[in-house]
């Protein structure tokens, strides 16, 4: 090391002793000394004293030369990281009251095997043996894993911590993770090159200094802030498979140190090649579903009373079954989410066949298809109903008694994947059942695992019967469009018939008079035409084709008129004005023609009925008039513009909701006055259809 290096070493090495005897002494102010029962400030306490040792033993060294004190400052870092590990490692300790075990205990004896080994390589270091080869790359190797440790239950720390806690940790998290993650590139640099980095180690004072702030900012925040942290499986898990695979990058550190050591000239390239090919094998042991599946297995069986994080496992199988693309793929999001709980890599969906009382494969996940299906009644299907358990194969092949008088079908017993088989109960009636292929991994089906498969398959199947109940309400609105739809074919062929039944019955007398003839052929070609365009209606839809236009609603008026008479009744036509209004000319005049012919049914011969066009208020105003039978106010109200409903005894009541439908949808309106014995009057608006006369420029010559 160089005279600069030396004195920016020296430096921070004081620095260190310096502030951390200043925090001790404030700890010892605040009475962390003597603080029995709470046991994470004593532990902070001597990882604070101790960090203030490392730095005055340090600098001493610094000043005297004396390998004595170069000794005593490793094992006062040693320490130090011991204590700090055994601090995180109590703040993970759950809370006595709630009976539960401690899911990190584990971890005690690795901290004090490292410890342990760091303390055996610096004594061999003081004595001058080289049992174990060279007592620097042994001590290397300590301080390497101590940051490790230390960043594993560091993550556990702040992945347990609730909300409001996790505010109050957060600046001891920020600098503790500094400083060692600082430690695991100054010394995994050494373990790889056989030395410390000069410049890195002369400035590591200074950033375990720069720690201090953050712990006190942390202790200033909340006098508790410590009390809220608690273990959750998940957690638990990714803690293990990093501080294994910490581990195991350390073991291979030191098995490639020994390689190259007693390699030769082959050492160098024997210890590389063993790196690579550990990476590897580590990259397909992180990759495996088995292995995670046996990790995870293992730390619910060993570390926690419950199996399953009851939170996460529901969260993430709401999710899998709300995250659909479509209702075909329903069926697999289920088999999906009830496999992801047990580490099952396959499964199938069994649901009713429409039409049929059987239950036949309606999705599959990774699992043979089968064409075979299972009758309702089948001993099968009724064990399921009356019981609700889950059948595990496997025990009923073991002990076939506690199942009673179950049978199961040839096809499923082919079926040489099939582990377990999920009932799914919507009340007491069983919709399907799914098969979940044997797990990656040993799986004890306990009372725990049957009943979380019970209620997943109660949510699964609810979610089943929706998605069934939505595409029968979806299947049942289009029939119903279709009918309502056939209802307006139906009702106005009902008028061409009886305008051809008028023609037909006038042709007996009449079929000499050439008028009369050339009349019928333009009947006979207006009742095609319309009928033509019913049927491309009900091809298309119920609106028709084409986008609304100007229409001379006086032109329509008059045929009405014309109409009228050729029946011979007399309808009083009053037009102020030519009036052009928006929309389809032939729909605007079966609606006007409608109206009128419903004032000529509800009026007697003597009677009157009249018809007026004009402008109003912007709109085109039709007025139909009559002093027919009337109607009362409720019928108005309630039943009018309600489909299937009339007053006439052969009407179907599609016409009057006809027209108020697509007045509605051109923007217009429909009013009614009426009063029984008094006749009605229907005032019918729609939108006018202006032309511009002027030219633009002729208006602006105008102005």
Not at 146 to 152: K, T
Not at 266 to 275: F, I, K, P, T, Y
Not at 299 to 315: A, N, P, T, V
Not at 621 to 633: E, F, I, L, N, P
């Amino acid at each position: 090391m160089d005279s600069r290096n030396l004195v920016l070493t020296a430096w921070s090495y004081g620095l260190v002793g310096l502030v951390y005897s200043a925090f001790s002494l404030r700890l010892i102010q605040l009475g962390y000394w003597r603080s029995a029962r709470e046991m994470s400030k004593i532990m902070v306490f001597a990882a604070v004293t101790w960090s203030a040792l490392w730095g005055w033993f340090g600098l001493t060294l610094l000043f005297t030369g004396q390998a004595l004190f170069l000794l005593f400052s490793a094992v006062s870092d040693l320490l130090r990281y011991g204590f700090w590990c055994f601090f995180l490692l109590i703040l993970l300790r759950p809370n006595r009251a709630e009976n539960k075990p401690a899911g990190m205990a584990w971890m005690a004896p690795v901290i004090v095997g490292v410890l342990l080994f760091g303390l055996l390589a610096l004594a061999f270091a003081a004595l001058g043996l080289r049992l174990l080869g060279d007592p620097s790359r042994l001590i290397m190797l300590s301080s390497m894993a101590s940051p490790v440790l230390g960043l594993v239950l560091l993550e556990q720390v702040f992945r347990n911590a609730t909300e409001d806690a996790r505010w109050n940790i957060k600046p001891l998290c920020l600098g503790l993770a500094g400083a060692f993650l600082f430690d695991l590139y100054l010394f995994s640099q050494a373990v790889l090159f056989n030395r410390l980095d000069g410049d890195a180690f002369s400035i590591r004072g200074v950033v375990h200094t720069l720690v201090v702030p953050l712990l006190l900012l942390s202790m200033t925040r909340r006098s508790d802030w410590i009390s809220k942290i608690k273990l959750s499986p998940k957690a638990a898990f990714h803690s293990a498979t990093l501080l294994i695979a910490g581990l195991y990058l350390v073991f291979i550190s030191s098995v490639g140190y020994y390689v190259r050591y007693f390699g030769g000239e082959w050492g160098r390239a024997l210890q590389l090649g063993l790196v690579f090919i550990a990476l590897v094998f580590l990259m397909v042991l992180v990759l495996s579903g088995a292995v995670r599946a046996k990790l995870r297995v293992f730390l619910g069986k060993h570390f926690f009373r419950y199996r399953f994080d009851y939170r996460e496992e529901w969260l993430k199988f709401t999710h899998t079954l709300s995250a659909r693309n479509s209702p075909q793929e329903m069926g697999q999001q289920v088999i999906r989410g009830l496999a992801d709980m047990l580490e099952s890599p396959a499964g199938g969906l069994w649901l009713k066949t429409k039409g049929e009382a059987a239950f036949s494969q309606t999705a599959r996940w990774n699992l043979a298809q089968t064409l075979e299906k299972e009758d309702v009644h089948s001993p099968l299907c009724q064990f399921m109903t009356t019981s609700g358990w889950v059948i595990n194969l496997e025990e009923y092949r073991s002990f076939p008694r506690r199942y009673g008088q179950l049978k199961l079908p040839l096809w499923l017993q082919e079926l040489a994947q099939a582990w377990l088989i999920v009932p799914l109960m919507v009340s007491d009636e069983l919709i399907g059942f799914c098969v979940l292929a044997r797990a990656r991994t040993r799986v004890d089906v306990n009372w725990e695992v049957n009943d979380l498969l019970k209620t997943a398959s109660q949510q699964a199947a609810s979610f089943l019967a929706q998605m069934q109940a939505t595409e029968a309400l979806l299947e049942v609105r289009k029939f119903d469009a279709f009918n309502r739809m056939s209802a307006f074919v139906v009702h106005d062929l009902k008028n061409i018939v009886t305008q051809l039944s008028l023609m037909m019955k006038n042709a007996k007398r009449l079929s000499d008079n050439p008028e009369f003839q050339q009349d019928m052929l333009m009947t006979v070609e207006n009742s095609l035409d319309r009928m033509r365009q019913l049927m491309l209606q009900l091809r298309e839809g119920a609106t028709p084709p084409g986008t609304a236009f100007g229409v001379n609603l006086g032109g329509i008026i008059q045929r009405i008129e014309a109409v009228a008479a050729g029946r011979g009744r007399t309808l009083e036509v009053q037009l102020s004005e030519a009036v052009v209004a928006r929309g389809h000319e032939e729909r605007l005049e079966r609606i006007i023609g409608h109206v009128v012919q419903n004032a000529f049914d509800a009026t007697e011969l003597d009677g009157r009925v009249w018809l007026n066009l004009d402008r109003s208020r912007g709109q085109a105003r039709v007025v139909v008039g009559d002093t027919g039978q009337g109607m009362s106010a409720e019928f108005v109200r309630d039943r009018l513009f309600k489909p299937f409903q009339s007053t006439k005894q052969a009407g179907m009541g599609i016409g009057a909701y006809e027209s108020f439908q697509y007045v509605q949808e051109l923007g217009g309106k429909i009013e009614v006055d009426s009063e029984p014995g008094q006749g009605t009057t229907v005032k019918m608006l729609f939108p006018l259809f202006e032309i511009q006369k002027e030219s633009d420029l002729h208006s602006l010559e105008a102005s």
